[in-house]
Nanobody
């Protein structure tokens, strides 16, 4: 069975950092892209970025470039989202999803349950 479980969310002050984890099971990370999305209250779901670990290639939305970094640890079958210089606008539920292929295939077969990130004093 394919399963994705996000963790690492919480409350952080503006300018702070947080690292989210996406633990994957039931498949090999190297064969798929793993994408990060977020959804803020009252807003549509927004793509954050993607990693195709077999190629070592990452992609980022404009809002994430320069502040967020996606990485993978294949031994742990886990993908990470490192978030720095956080802003209140980053407050959202963050999800990871498995692409139907590598990152160039922008369709998704499985989703995690999400983890809440709140950026506030």
């Amino acid at each position: 069975q394919v399963q994705l479980v996000e963790s690492g969310g919480g409350l952080v002050q503006p300018g702070g950092s947080l690292r989210l984890s996406c633990a994957a099971s039931g498949f090999t990370l190297a064969n798929y892209g793993i994408s990060w999305f977020r959804q803020a209250p009252g807003k549509a779901r927004e793509g954050v970025g993607c990693i195709s670990s077999s190629y070592g290639v990452t992609y980022y939305a404009d809002s994430a470039k320069g502040r967020f970094t996606i990485s993978s640890d294949n031994a742990k079958n886990t993908v990470y989202l490192q978030m720095n210089s956080l802003k209140p606008e980053d407050t959202a539920v963050y999800y990871c999803a498995r692409n139907r292929g590598l990152c160039n295939v922008q369709s998704y077969s499985n989703w995690g349950q999400g983890t809440q990130v709140t950026v506030s004093e």
